[in-house]
């Protein structure tokens, strides 16, 4: 490589939006040109990470990784990073409010450097305000033990997070019909004559005449840097109006207190909030939003409903419950996301929660889609009504076995990696906690590109003796 | 006769265990890896009908179909058998040599072995302990007697074993160990004695207790005032106390494979009329148990009340019949968190023993470093390689009170015998922990100090110094451990609780500090270090004289 690696990186990065832009209008896109574009990308980004992420450094040494240049293969095989990176701090740090410790900790796992003043924070969430006053974006997510992931984006990563998937979702909701003919012509028309960046900057300015027939109602908090909350929350940008489940931020702090228990009375007290509001008033919200719902309704307005299938599927039985007459305007659609698994880890049946939507809400079958994505990338896979989330062209996925050894193959099973080239504030070479199976074949949706099938969240051998020891507690 | 029986056990012997084998058909690898175990349904010897091999590899097939991804079908179910299958290891590289064993198995319906005959059992109740010495005696002699037959199924299955060649090996070796009637009596005279007796003697009837003073109720006092001479005569009560034995149902671990071997030999020493589910993973210890009973003796009670099987976990149509009220007096669960806590939830109404998921640590004082590092190193790592790290008891995390500087060098020097270890007994790690271990070491340990053995590039063994809290989550017991530096040695006492089995302490004088204060947070084992895998007859189990909790204790 002989550009300097924020040029390189840059100019790969520019190349990939356009076929992202192309793939989105006509389902095809120059696969080989956007895997030279990822490599160079990624070469780029190993070089940016190993001299400025102090932890992606040692991981490059532990692997006697040494070289400028070291090619895809050699990324994969050495220098793919576990999500669990991103809850590698010390837990007492958060124990103790010793936020200066965090900050230590997240100039070692990211390209950020935090102020001394977001050090003095008082608590969490002051500490995420502060940081965010910075230009430091920290989006977290729980973890089932408490121990929650935390992962840096500068600016600039922040915008490829809540922007990149706008150059292709709109088409693909097009594709499903959600959007009027004439508007995804244009939109079509947009995307193949303009620059990715001036479609993102009209995005910002006239997105909401795509989906200003909608009313917007968000079965999530109104706030807070969680994954599937952003979504929501930025969705909600583009809608006429927007209606949240529980409009409240989401508290990191509650978030976290309520798994591993209150460590002053402050946060009790926003432990005791967020159950309020989750728990104590859950049937009430259900209602506000089911209320206004009906208002859409009446007023003949289209509705999209945005949410887990687990909280999707509660409404659903709360308005067959009440026998309540929800005939939402053709055309209303839900747009899933957050995995399929209920809070007793039980799988939610599919077939149940779509039946249950069209049966209570209205909705028809082909106006139910998901997206599926992780905190730590930026953009989503768009399920098609084929059943298959296809994977968008910036993304490099790679299928590894046990071992964690890349597999070659067009139809491989086991666990998914990712290589990001828009993580430009943290090692986005991810390895994932999924286990996927990716195939890579025409798609009778039309699509082209890898595309993955199922998603499971771990290997389900039958466990033996005390392997499975406990995991939610420290030593 | 009866001389005889004294001298020999508790028959003499007349059939073997190679001549059940050769008959049947079973414990030999056959073609295409495949196996045939017997079960034991109540003394009856059940081995599986024949079954084509591509019915075996067409079942399987299926099941990978309709898996998870991700999961691995270990199990099927054909129409009169059911197979399982375990990975081949290559034992001089010591990874997956890409085939596969297959143990066939018969079926069994749950009423086969339920025990619902009180008269008969009691036939076994009321057996003398010294029968049950005898029975172990002549089980014992036809494992020697065996050996031939043992040496070939321990190279047989040390194909699919998962623990190195001499653990494998030595636990071959231990089985006469296990059975040693001596010990066994020690066990059960420990174990079971209370007021002074032998333990002995409450499992074969009841016992006065001579010291027992009887106390009245109010009704007494209140009835000889009223009736006066008519009074019941509390006072003339002789209290004794009887320990019943119980029909017992033990679902057993695999992560060493004498737990089997274990579990049934608690129900065989308790009288008790037992059903044994061997694990997936170590099959072969039940089905040499059944064979040896059968060789030894296969009229005994013990025998004839016991049943040795294998059904996958989570099994409604048989675990609902085995969970049902009534159906057992004591149901025994070892192993992971779901299957405990599945049982607890489910079998409601039965006494349920837990050998819960746990784990050992080691904590070694200041003062420690004073002597020979290697020493304390080697101590220490052997209290880490417990059932080569498997073990409930051995030891994953060495909280160390030490100056960086020597916590380094303590990590190196474990580091060392780790890697003697290696060359002495090559590690087998299987290909998921592999991964795990890449994920630890890039992941939630990225900012420890690794010392890591590796052989081409692969993980053999090693050690990782942090100077923080960590997950549990980063234990992969994989001749893996983890060194966490403290300044004081009491900063880990808040990191004992229940879950820790056991800790192994260096210096004594430590010990002797703090061992009131760590057994108080649950911890059962405290022990010197080096000494976490030494037991003796009679110790207690998970904080339970496990044996005096499988008895039922009755008052007479």
Known sequence: ?475 | MKDDLREEGWRLIDSNMQDLCTKYDLLHSGENNVMRLPFLIKGSLRAPSRVNFDDILQAFDAAERVAPAGAFPSHVRLEKVQVLREPVINRKTMRPAGAYQYSVMPVFSPGEVLENDFSAICELYNTPFQEILELLKSLGAVFVQEQALLNSLRDLTIHTAQLPDQWHNLGFDALGMLIDPHSAKVMVDKDLGVWGQAGSRFLDGWVELPGAAPLPAPVHLIAAQALGAKAPAWEKRKPSMRAMPTRQLHITAGNAPQIPFISALRAILTKSAAVIKSPCGATLPGALLSLGLLAAAPDHPVTRHLSIVYWPGGEAAVEDAFFAPNAFDRIVVWGAPDAVESVKKRALFTKVLTFNPRYGVSMIGREAFAESLEDLAAAAAADSLVANQKACIASQIHYIEAEEDQAKSYAQALQRALAAFDRASPNYVDPFFVGEIKRVMRGVLIDGDWFVNSEEGRFCSGVVLVDREIPLSAVTMQRMIIVRRLDRLESALPYLHSGVSTVSMSPLSVKERLRDEIAARGVSNIVDLGHSGTMFPGMSHDGMMALSELVDWKNG
């Open chain 1, 1 to 475: 490589m002989t550009a300097h690696p924020d040029q390189a990186l840059k100019q790969a990065q520019d190349g990939l939006k356009k076929i992202m832009v192309q793939w989105a209008a006509t389902k095809t896109c120059d696969q080989d040109k956007a895997l030279k574009l990822r490599e160079q990308a990624a070469s780029a980004n190993y070089l940016r990470y190993r001299r400025n992420i102090p932890y992606f450094a040692k991981v490059c040494s532990m692997a006697g990784m040494n070289g400028d240049n070291p090619g895809l293969d050699q990324i994969i095989e050495h220098c793919m990073i576990p999500d669990d990176i991103f809850k590698s701090y010390p837990q007492g740090f958060l124990d103790d409010r010793d936020f200066r410790g965090m900050n230590r900790w997240l100039a070692r796992v990211g390209d950020v450097r935090p102020s001394k003043a977001s050090g003095e924070a008082r608590n969490m969430d002051q500490w995420l305000d502060l940081l965010e006053k910075e230009g430091i974006h920290l989006v977290f997510s729980s973890g089932t033990s408490g121990n929650m992931s935390f992962v840096p984006r500068d600016e600039s990563t922040w915008r490829h997070f809540l922007k990149n998937s706008l150059l292709y979702t709109p088409m693909a909701a097009a594709d499903q019909g959600v959007i009027p003919s004439w508007k995804k012509l244009a939109l079509k028309l947009l995307c193949q004559n303009i620059e990715p960046d001036s479609l993102l900057s009209l995005a910002d300015r006239y997105g909401r005449l795509i989906f200003r027939d909608f009313d917007g109602y968000f079965c999530n908090f109104s706030g807070g840097a969680q994954g599937i909350q952003l979504v929501g929350q930025e969705l909600a940008k583009y809608c006429r109006n927007a209606f949240f489940l529980y409009d409240a931020p989401l508290s990191p702090m509650a978030v976290r207190g309520v798994i591993r228990g209150a460590a002053a009375p402050e946060e009790q007290a926003v432990i005791d909030a967020f159950l309020n509001t989750t728990v104590h008033d859950k049937k009430a919200n259900y209602h506000r939003m089911l209320s206004a719902l009906e208002k859409s309704s009446k007023r003949g307005r289209k509705a999209i409903i945005f949410g887990t299938p687990y909280l999707l599927l509660e409404i659903c039985q709360e308005v067959k419950a009440h026998k309540l007459n929800l005939r939402l305007k053709k055309g209303s659609a839900v747009f899933f996301g957050g995995g399929w698994k209920s809070f007793d880890g039980n799988r939610i049946p599919e077939e149940e929660l779509v039946g249950l939507i069209g049966e209570s809400l209205g909705i028809e079958r082909n106006f139910i889609a998901e997206g599926y994505s992780m905190t730590e990338i930026q953009g989503l896979m768009l399920r098609c009504p084929e059943g298959r989330y296809h994977v968008p062209p910036h993304f490099e996925t790679v299928i590894l076995d046990p071992e964690l050894r890349p597999m070659d193959g067009d139809d491989v099973t086991g666990t998914l990696g990712i290589i990001d080239p828009f993580a430009e504030s943290y090692p986005g070479f991810l390895i994932t906690g999924d286990h996927v199976r990716r195939v890579n074949e025409g798609c009778p949706c039309g699509r082209s590109g890898p595309a993955i099938i199922s998603i499971a969240r771990s290997p389900g051998r039958e466990i033996k003796g005390c392997g499975g020891i406990m995991a939610k507690i420290n030593a």
